[in-house]
């Protein structure tokens, strides 16, 4: 079933690219060559790769997935990212987009939602492939294939995928979004709020106050989930949104400084070079291709 999956693919990237909501919320891509570790800002999703393997950084935590392991990121997070492939056969894989109102439709729709668990996970897991899930996804590529198909059973079969996956390994992490009066699902509207506004120039009482927790509680829950402090995110957001704006949109490097938020030139040069390696300007002149 692997053989189909990577065919299928195959057939719809010919060569390098990224097909960007092929339907809503479905993105492929195709990678030709590893790359090295390099910061990378993820949305909420589910990954899978059908060739290749990549490796993802937070903190001091690796998370591995591959062919036989798929990733989700129940919250966006700023990451790092390395890509592995062999000779002659390139990094191939699917990511489907998950949002907090669409997790709780499908477990309302599912017979209601699980009680939560104790602890307060981290945003982001790794899990098995199943031949469930394979199979969905699968059909998912070959509704792809086909317009029809694709605008009538893509969508279908995109929310059966992500109900697997909920109901697949270390699935309560992220049917833990639905529960609206706990830590995670909080700091996961928080953390949508900042990748919405994130030139906005947030206080640390206010975020706290609107996640309904202390000051003391607010940081040490944040963390716990995106293993960062909430001033280090918001930074992070910003800087990755420049370089995005710079490679994309063709912003110059004062442009892409001042659309983020940032009043100081010198000290978004300082900080972007720190996160990257690299000073803006260099990666303002890029017009390639992302990994």
């Known amino acids: 079933m692997s053989e189909i999956f990577i065919e299928q693919l195959k057939n719809l990237m010919p060569e390098a ?96 939602i699980p009680a939560p668990g104790e602890s307060l996970p981290r945003g982001i897991y790794s899990a098995a492939m199943n031949e469930t899930i394979m199979e969905a996804t699968i059909r998912l590529l070959k509704a792809i294939s086909h317009p029809t198909d694709r605008s009538v059973l893509g969508p279908m079969i995109k929310k059966e995928i992500i109900y697997r996956v909920l109901q697949g390994e270390n699935g309560e992490i992220l049917q833990a979004l639905a529960h609206r009066n706990r830590r995670f699902f909080q700091i996961a509207r928080i953390l949508q709020k900042i990748h919405e506004s994130y030139k906005t120039s947030f206080s ?54 001042l659309e983020v938020g940032y009043e100081s030139p010198s000290q978004f040069s300082r900080e972007y070079k720190r996160l990257f390696g690299t000073p803006p300007a260099k990666d303002a002149s890029l017009r390639t291709l992302s990994a």
């Open 204 to 257: 640390m009482e206010d975020l706290a106050k609107e996640s309904d927790m202390g000051n003391s509680t607010f940081h040490s829950s944040f963390k716990a989930v995106t293993g960062t402090s909430p001033l280090q995110y918001i930074k992070n957001v910003r800087l990755h949104k420049a370089r995005s704006l710079m490679i994309y949109d063709g912003l110059n490097a004062a442009g892409a400084a």
């Open 17 to 112: 690219t990224i097909l960007s909501d092929v339907i809503d919320g479905v993105s492929l891509f195709r990678i030709e060559h590893s790359f090295s570790r390099t910061p990378y800002s993820y949305n909420a999703g589910i990954i899978m790769l059908a060739q290749g393997e990549k490796q993802v950084y937070l903190e001091d935590q690796m998370y591995t997935y591959n062919s036989s392991r798929y990733l989700v990121l129940p919250v966006p997070l700023p990451a790092a990212c390395e890509g592995i492939t062999k000779e002659g056969q390139p990094l191939l894989g699917l990511t489907i987009t998950i949002d907090l109102m669409e997790i709780g439709e499908i477990l309302l729709g599912a017979g209601g």
